[in-house]
């Protein structure tokens, strides 16, 4: 390529041929050209490192800090939430406080629990951009970053949630949360019914995810 | 600052359209709903968007809207809601129903 463009007629000379079936492929989300803002970023990045702003190493950190976070933690949160009324009572009240109990750091995030009930259905969503719990839950699903996602779910919550498999009694009320501003969301799911002898590690086990977007619900064991 | 707006009262979302970097989506503005609680102050997003970081607190409400009242066309129970959180500066009192 040395006029530096990139023909698509694959008459590569190196010596095999790309077999996109092949499991030796290589990832194609790499391929493209960089957008607007990965360019920013890379260039913000390696002049915060040149000026000694930050270093390589906390880069790294962070990422891999952010990568460890998975629903387990708010799993732990909502099974606790389901053995004690009082911190459950707490949770609701001050989110990040009853997380700091179970030495769970939501900051910056302002952790605001929604609880599901016989009469309310709780569903969260971000219609402006993606806002998640993500101390919490992670990072958010591809879908919850959808355009689809974001703006059926505030327009026909229902039918959005019978596409998840999750069907609401029309005497259950549906709640939609838009995370438009510094408040982040969690639902609360309710406990199913025959976990009364379980332990605090074993109803964890039993909560998903999308339990705690409100996309779905706790099935009983 | 204390907050101008309680929770239980009625609110209106203002019908602006302003330039910038704004946090309350087209689907809300114009519309009536409750206030479901007060939150705290927060930096303005509107001023924060373009690095204006001395500006005043500004409040911030989660408001309940009936999605009846927001889609004409919606086909799911009465009861169903939204909750969104809304500035202040973007609400003013429900006028009262003719």
Known sequence: MSDGGHDHDHQHDHGHTHDHGDDHAPPSDEDGALTHYQMLEIAMRELLIEKGVITADEVRAGV????????????????????????????????????????IDVSPARLTVVENTNDVHNVIVC??????????LGLPPSWYKSSSYRSRTVREPRVVLEEFGTLIPNDVAVRVHDSTADLRYMVLPQRPTGTENMAEAELAALVTRDSMIGTSVVAAP | MTATFSTGERVSVRQARPPGHLRTPFYIRGKQGEIERVCDEFGNPEELAFGRRD????????VRFLLDDLWPEYAGADADTIDIELYEHWLQPAKEAA
């Open chain 1, 64 to 103: 891999e800090e952010m990568d460890g976070r998975t629903p387990e933690r708010g799993a732990r949160v909502v099974a606790r939430a389901w053995l004690d009324p009082d911190f459950k009572e707490r949770l609701i009240t001050d989110g990040p406080a009853a997380c700091a109990e179970l030495e």
């Open chain 1, 127 to 136: 219609t402006l951009c993606s806002c998640y719990p993500r101390p919490l």
């Open chain 2, 55 to 62: 500006g005043p607190a500004v409040r911030l409400y989660r």
